[in-house]
């Protein structure tokens, strides 16, 4: 059993740099294209985003905040 956590673990943090790796090489080619005049980076849309948890709480009060809060679980991978 501890060969086959093992594995996985190392499987796992291989993936981890894999990705790492990869979005680093992406964001390399980027400014690659945008350095030679292939691509350029412009305004597409526009969000709206909501304030902050302390912006909230300065303009509305902590009244306010605890009675619109939303709370949710996070869940995140432990090796045992």
Do not use: C, Y
Not at 43 to 55: F, G, L, S, V, Y
């Amino acid at each position: 059993m501890d060969t086959e956590r093992n594995e996985l673990l190392a499987r796992h943090d291989f993936l981890r740099a894999e990705a790492k790796r990869i979005a680093k090489a992406i964001a390399d080619v980027e400014a690659a294209a945008i350095a030679a005049g292939f691509a350029e980076k412009r305004i597409d849309h526009q969000r709206e985003t909501a304030p902050n948890k302390a912006d909230f709480i300065s303009l509305f009060g902590q009244a306010a905040w605890d009675a619109a809060k939303t709370v949710t679980p996070v869940r995140k991978l432990f090796w045992l």
